[in-house]
C-alpha cells in the first residue's frame, strides 16, 4: 500500500547548524508534499508544502526540496534556533492525488544551545 | 475565527464504555479527518469524510465510526472502547482538490484503563 518512510526519527544539532529530514513516498501518483511542525503537546501546524510541479521551495529559513524520479522530498532548516526544537512530520497525497494524505513517522528535532 | 474545535481536550474510559468525540470547522472547508498519534508512529487516518454526506475509512477504522452530521461538523465515536485505542486524536480540515494542507484541532487525549 501507500507509505512515507521519514528519517532519522531523532536528529541534534548545534544553534546556527542546518538541520535536513527526509523522505521517500510510495506512490508515484502523489502531487502534493506537505511538512507538519507539531510543538510539544500542541497541534501539527503546515510550515511548507510543495507540488510535484516544482523541484525546490524557500520560505525564510526553511526550504524544501523534491525529487519525483526518485520519489523523495527533504526538509533543510537554516540557521537552526532554540524555537525550532519540536517534532517535524512529512506527508504525501494519497492514491490518485486525492487530498488524503499519509503521513511520515515523524522526525523529532533538538535544537541545542 | 476558531478554526477548528475539537472536545473534549482529555478523557479517561474504562474498557467497554463508549464516547462521542466532537469536531467542529469554521473555514467552510469541504473536507474533514480523523487521525490517531501514537510515540512512533506518526499520524494515521482513521476516517474520512470528502463531503457532507459521505465518509470513507482510512488505514486504522476497525473500532470506530463517524458521522459527517453537516458541513461544520464530524464525529468520531468508539462504540466499545479498548486499551488499545489510548491515543491522542485529532480532527482536520481542509478545502477540496489537491494541494491544499490540512488545520489541525488541538487534539484529544484518551486513555482506556
Known amino acids: 500500500g501507500e507509505n512515507v518512510e521519514q528519517h532519522p526519527s531523532t536528529l541534534s544539532v548545534q544553534e546556527g547548524d542546518s538541520a535536513v529530514i527526509k523522505c521517500t513516498y510510495s506512490?508515484?501518483?502523489?502531487?502534493?508534499f506537505p511538512w507538519y511542525k507539531q510543538e510539544l503537546g500542541k497541534r501539527p501546524q503546515l510550515i511548507i508544502d510543495i507540488r510535484s510541479n516544482v523541484g525546490e521551495k524557500k520560505d525564510q529559513r526553511i526550504a524544501v526540496t523534491l525529487n519525483k524520479t526518485a520519489k523523495h522530498f527533504s526538509l533543510h532548516i537554516t540557521e537552526t534556533q532554540p524555537e525550532d526544537s519540536a517534532v517535524y512530520f512529512c506527508?504525501?497525497?494519497?492514491?490518485?492525488?486525492?487530498?488524503?494524505?499519509?503521513f511520515g513517522t515523524g522526525t523529532r528535532l533538538k535544537v541545542l544551545a | 475565527n476558531a478554526g477548528v474545535t475539537q472536545t473534549p481536550k482529555f478523557q479517561v474510559l474504562k474498557t467497554g464504555q463508549s464516547m462521542t468525540l466532537q469536531c467542529a470547522q469554521d473555514?467552510?472547508?469541504?473536507?474533514m479527518y480523523w487521525y490517531r498519534q501514537d510515540p512512533g508512529m506518526g499520524l494515521r487516518l482513521i476516517y474520512y469524510s470528502a463531503s457532507e454526506g459521505t465518509t470513507d475509512k482510512g488505514e486504522v477504522p476497525n473500532g470506530y465510526n463517524v458521522s459527517r452530521l453537516n458541513k461544520r461538523e464530524f464525529s468520531l465515536r468508539l462504540e466499545s472502547a479498548a486499551p488499545s485505542q489510548t491515543s491522542v486524536y485529532f480532527c482536520a480540515s481542509s478545502q477540496n482538490g489537491e494541494g491544499y494542507g490540512y488545520t489541525f484541532g488541538s487534539g484529544t487525549r484518551l486513555t482506556v484503563v
Open positions: 506527508a504525501a497525497s494519497g492514491l490518485g492525488g486525492t487530498y488524503k494524505y499519509i
Open positions: 506512490d508515484s501518483a502523489s502531487n502534493y
Open positions: 473555514m467552510n472547508h469541504n473536507s
